[in-house]
């Protein structure tokens, strides 16, 4: 069975760019999370979508972190424009209803910022 | 608030048994999650506590006091692929978390030969 899948498993870029970072849940999973993972802060939520309507964004650091998730099978998180410290891993992970069950989270996307 | 806290870092040694310990503050608990997470890997989910007690599942156990506010997970029979994070979580569906899922900083375990 395939797992949560994102995309990139890395980026690089210059400080200022857009970086759009992609995930495709379990099929089947109505939730939809998002985490940014540091050495500092540890693993936080930055948004929750459930039957794909953004239920809670209160994580999202500020306005240039943007989430969507057009369909049951895709999301984006993207970052525009880009700072230093937007580095981190990048998680999304996904559960078959709502938060009380299991997350099954993907690889991640380590994101470096220049 | 909340707050979760997890021993940083802790050493044990292969065939041993570990005990790692959660301590949580909440107002509005409705269940603690542990899971383990390998260096540069994704966290995987261990076990499912929502009820005081014991729940066991192979070499791994987790344990629950919600009136101490206080977890571990017991991990037997060490083996080398032991050697990972393993991070707390506690849903609070009271204060600013409204139920979604609070991280610990991650308990870094070595296993030793």
């Known amino acids: 069975d395939a797992g949560v899948i994102q995309s990139p498993r890395h980026e690089v870029t210059e400080m200022g760019q857009e970086v759009t970072l992609r995930c495709k849940p379990i099929?089947?999973?109505?939730?939809l999370f998002w985490y940014r993972q540091t050495m500092m802060r540890g693993l936080e939520l930055l948004i929750y979508f459930n039957n794909n309507v953004p239920i809670d964004d209160s994580g999202m650091p500020e306005d240039r972190f943007s989430a969507k998730m057009p369909n049951a099978s895709f999301s984006t998180l993207k970052i525009q424009p880009s700072e230093p410290r937007d580095s981190a891993v990048y998680f999304c992970?996904?559960?078959?209803?709502?938060?009380?069950?299991?997350?099954?989270f993907g690889d991640g996307t380590r994101l470096s910022i220049l | 608030g909340q707050n979760i806290d997890q021993p940083t870092e802790m050493t044990a040694t292969e065939g041993a048994i570990v005990q790692i310990n959660c301590t949580y503050q909440t107002s509005g608990f409705n269940g603690l999650f542990w899971y383990q997470q390998h260096a540069g890997e994704a966290p995987t989910f261990l076990s499912y506590?929502?009820?005081?007690g014991l729940e066991e599942k192979g070499r791994f156990s987790s344990f629950l006091s919600r009136s101490k506010g206080y977890s571990y997970l017991l991990l037997k029979e060490l083996q080398m692929k032991d050697s990972a994070s393993y991070l707390c979580a506690v849903r609070d569906l009271d204060g600013g978390s409204q139920g979604n899922l609070i991280f610990g900083k991650g308990t870094k375990l070595s296993v030793k030969p």
């Open positions: 099929s089947g999973h109505n939730s």
């Open positions: 506590n929502v009820l005081d």
């Open positions: 992970a996904s559960s078959e209803d709502g938060r009380s069950l299991p997350q099954h």
